[in-house]
Every structure is written in C-alpha cells, then in structure tokens.
C-alpha cells in the first residue's frame, strides 16, 4: 500500500468542507453547552425542591446515557413528535446538551470555591441577589473554572465524529464519503487524523496558558 | 449619657436617652442563637442609643462575633428579635402579626449597617474604586459620578487615594483593611459592626488601621459595635464595654471602669489574661 499525495489533493476541497462544520458544531455546541451548564449549576441551587429536583434527574440521566444513543434519539425520534431539525442542528443541540451536564458540574465546583466571605460581604451591602451573582460570585467562579471548561471543549471536539452517525458531513463524514467514492482510504482518513492533533493540541497548549493567567 | 456600671441583673443599656436627641437605635430583645446544641446566645437583652460606641470582650466562642452576625442578618435568632430604631430587623409585622423577615424586607432595613469583617473580604474582581462604589450605586441607586466623588473622598479619609486603580490582591493587608472600612462608610450606615478588624493583619499594620477607627469613632456619630482584642483601642473609644462570657453578658459599664475595676470575677481573669 503506498501513500498517494495526489489523493490528498484531492481530497482537500471535501476536507475543508468537513473542517468547517466540525468547527461550527463545535463553537456552537460549546455556546450551548456553557450557556445551559449555567442554568443547571444556578437551578441546582436554587431553595425550591421543584426547580432542583428535575434538573437533577435530566443532568443525571443525560451524563450517563451514550452520545450517540442521545443524537439518535434526537434525530429519529424526535421527529415522530413533530420536531424535525436538520442533521447539524440536532448534532450541535445534541453535543451542546451532553456537554452542559458536565459544565454544569464544573460550574458547580467553581461557584462552591467563591470564599464564604465574599457571600457575607454581598449581604452586609445590601446587594440585591442578582447584583450578587452578577457583579460578585459568578466573575470569580468563571474564572477559575475557564481552563476546566476549555478541557471539555477539547472532549467535545473529539467526540464530533459521532454526528457523522447522523449524517452530518463533518470531517470524518467527508473522509468517509472521498474514499467510498474512490476507494482510497489511507490518505482521507490519515488527513482528518492529524487535523485533530492541529486542532486539539494548540488549543490545550493555549489553555494551559490562559490557566497560568487566570489561576493566582 | 454613660453607661451604668451594673451586673447581669439589669440589662445593658448603652445612653439613656435624656440628652436631646438621642434615640435608641438598637434594641436586642431576648435574642437566643443556638448551634446545634450549643447556646452561643441566652436571652441577651441589650439596648445600644444612637452614636454610642460598644465593644464587646470576652473570651472566643462567648457569642461576641455572633451579635455582631445577628446584627448583620447574617445569622437569624432561634428566639427573640432585634430591632434597628423602631423597625424590627430579624421580624416584620404582617396583619399586626410578628413573623420572621422576608429577605427583600430585611435587605432594606439592613442598607443602614455596615460591618467590617477580620478577613476584609473585598471583592478581587473589583478595583478598589468599584468596591467603593459598587453597592451606593446598585443598592442606594446613587449616579456613577456621584458614588465616585463620595469614595474619592473616602479613599482619601483613609490615606489610598493613589491605590484606586489597583485591586485588592495588590494591596497589603492593612490597606485591604482600610478600603473595606471606606466600601462600608460608602453607604452612609448609621450602624458599623467592626469583627476583630485586626486580627489578621501583621503587627506593624494595626496600628495605621486602628488610628483610621479612632478618627472615624472621634469625628462621626455613627454609632459603632465593635468586637476586638485591642483593649487599648477598646478604651479609647467606647462608651460602654461589655464582658461577654458563655452567651451572656456578665459585666458591663464604661472602659475605664471595666478596665480598672472590673466586679467580676470572671472579668478580672480575661482581662488580666490580654492585657
């Protein structure tokens, strides 16, 4: 078997394709992941048992049922119930939701280590609970929970070749579809692999920086 | 004017009104705080007049920092109530019925006291300025220029006119200290609760930091509840001093009684103990 440079070149203009759209269920996967990790972690709190006790089940069962049994799920059945989104739309709401149990614990820890001090100096002011999490807590529990947040970014790119299962053409879907058309199969999939690395490690090395910066 | 030098038969009354004037401004009212099993509080009866300076002593766990938290809505009473002027703080009355304070209830009261903590607890995400002016803003609804100009003049009270730009981690200790003591003069509490404000500063910092506390005490009438183990402080500016000891108050009266001759003997041993 030899490796064929020119089936690379061939490849390319699927593969950038394929790179595009793992990058935007990506970003918007991790918007939806951050936003809703958010809304767990502060229901989680929340003094009402109806609010905490739901989100608990639903984190709960999403944290520990398959990815891909959850895009599936998604995107066959949910049609049956009269909601049909395209391939990428369920892909990123299905990666997003997964990623928001976990951030939601990470949430949760960060909003745990805010010193109980800053809490009594919030009352002893007067600032309104809103005011309270707003301006005081939530700056400095995202802040020390930024590089954990990026870590799961790092996960969620790696666990984007599942929406291939749903037909979403991202890098591993276009890799897939070159070779079945061309029979060549060592040099799509060696491409996607290394673009993984391209993506993955800088964006860890970054990380560790912003960690350095933020952790003091 | 000054307190009674009294035993635990009478309950403490800082001021007694017959100055023009004069109001009395805090008011515990049989409060009891326990912790699990453990009364940290019995039955403290106190009454505090307006502008009056009080410092509890007594040795740690006799409930001293625990008013103070009461004071502060920080902690609820298990029993009893405490009132600021003629509203209750830990209570409201609904259909002239007394039931414990709503948090929106208690958060307006309590804009009228300002506490010191031993650890500052400033906010690091602010700049000093903002920690000044943050809560007369977001709470008292002050513009952002006038909040400003009020905490200038603050930061210059307490000499850290040149630091408002930096925050908190950058500052010492004691510096830390006294912006916490500006963020709370910020909004304007007729009521200051200092908790061993220098407890947790080096030695070479309290003493800057006691100075500022004894201007304020000198040229404000705020009236000031203070826990502390600086007795020489203690003397200087209170009008009453309170011995505290398992939960209740043993001995009260003015600092240079208390300090000279103290009736208890329970007194005599802590004091001979920190002085």
Same mark, same amino acid.
């Not at chain 2, 410092?55 to 008013?67: A, D, N, V």
């Not at chain 2, 650890?119 to 400003?148: C, S, Y």
């Given at each position: ?43 989680? $709190? ?47 709401? %299905? ?14 820890? %960060? ?5 109980? %001090?800053?809490? /009594? ?52 879907? /276009? ?32 990380? $560790? ?8 | 004017? #000054? ?14 009104? =017959? @100055? ?10 049989? !409060? ?7 009364? *940290? ?12 300076? *009080? ?6 766990? #006799? ?5 103070? &938290? ?30 414990? =304070? ?26 000093? +300025? ?21 905490? &200038? ?18 500052? #010492?200790?004691?510096?830390?200290? &006294? ?29 800057? *930091? +006691? ?15 203070? !826990? ?20 209740? !108050? ?13 009736? @208890?003997?329970?007194? &005599? ?5 920190? +002085?």
């Amino acid at each position: 078997m030899t490796f064929d440079w020119s089936a690379i070149g061939a490849f390319l203009p699927m593969f950038w394709k394929g790179v595009l759209v793992t990058l935007q269920a990506l970003a918007l996967g991790s918007l939806i992941a951050f936003a809703l990790g958010l809304v767990w972690a502060l229901a989680q $709190r929340s003094s009402l048992k109806v609010v905490r006790w739901p989100v608990t089940v639903v984190t709960e069962f999403v944290r520990n049922t398959p990815l891909l049994v959850q895009l599936f799920f998604l995107f066959y059945v949910m049609p049956e119930w009269g909601l049909t989104l395209s391939a990428l739309a369920t892909g990123v709401i %299905g990666l997003g939701l997964h990623y928001s149990t976990y951030t939601a614990e990470v949430y949760r820890a %960060g909003i745990d280590g805010v010193p109980a %001090g800053q809490w /009594e100096a919030a009352v002893a002011l007067s600032l309104s609970r809103r005011r309270t999490w707003t301006a005081v807590i939530l700056p400095q529990a995202i802040r020390r929970v930024v590089p954990a947040l990026g870590n799961y970014v790092i996960a969620m790119l790696k666990d984007s070749p599942m929406l291939f299962a749903i037909g979403v053409l991202e890098m591993l879907g /276009e890799a897939r579809q070159f070779s079945s058309q061309t029979f060549q199969t060592i040099e799509p999939y060696t491409l996607v692999g290394v673009a993984f690395i391209a993506i993955a490690y800088p964006a860890s090395l970054l990380l $560790r920086a912003l960690e350095r910066r933020l952790v003091r | 004017m #000054s307190a009674e030098h009294s035993t635990p038969n009478t309950p403490p009354t800082v001021g007694d009104g =017959a @100055n023009s004037g004069e109001t009395e401004l805090i008011h515990f009212d049989k !409060v009891t705080k326990r912790f699990g099993t453990h009364t *940290v509080l019995d039955a403290l009866d106190m009454k505090v007049f307006a502008g009056k300076h *009080v410092t509890l002593i007594g040795p740690s766990g #006799s409930g001293k920092t625990t008013i103070l &938290r009461l004071m502060m809505t920080l902690l609820k009473p298990d029993e009893g109530t405490i009132k600021l002027g003629d509203r209750y703080l830990t209570h409201e009355e609904k259909g002239g019925k007394l039931v414990p =304070a709503s948090d929106r209830y208690s958060r307006e009261i309590r804009k009228n006291i300002g506490m010191v903590f031993q650890q500052f607890n400033l906010f690091p995400n602010m700049k000093v +300025l903002r920690n000044i002016t943050e809560a007369p803003v977001h709470v008292l609804g002050l513009d952002k220029d006038a909040a400003e100009e009020r905490a &200038r003049e603050l930061l210059e009270l307490v000499g850290l006119t040149a630091h408002l730009d930096k925050y908190p981690t950058q500052l #010492s200790g004691g510096q830390q200290q &006294r912006v916490a003591i500006a963020r709370a003069l910020a909004m304007r509490p007729q009521v200051l609760l200092l908790d061993e404000v220098t407890s947790a500063l080096d030695p070479e910092l309290v003493a800057g *930091v +006691l100075d500022l506390l004894r201007d304020i005490a000198h040229s404000t009438d705020i009236t000031m509840l203070c !826990v502390t183990h600086e007795m020489n402080f203690a003397r200087d500016i209170s009008d009453c001093v309170m011995m505290f000891d398992a939960g209740r !108050v043993i001995e009260f009266g003015p600092p240079e009684q208390i300090f000279t001759e103290p009736e @208890n003997e329970r007194t &005599r041993e802590f004091l001979s103990a920190v +002085l």
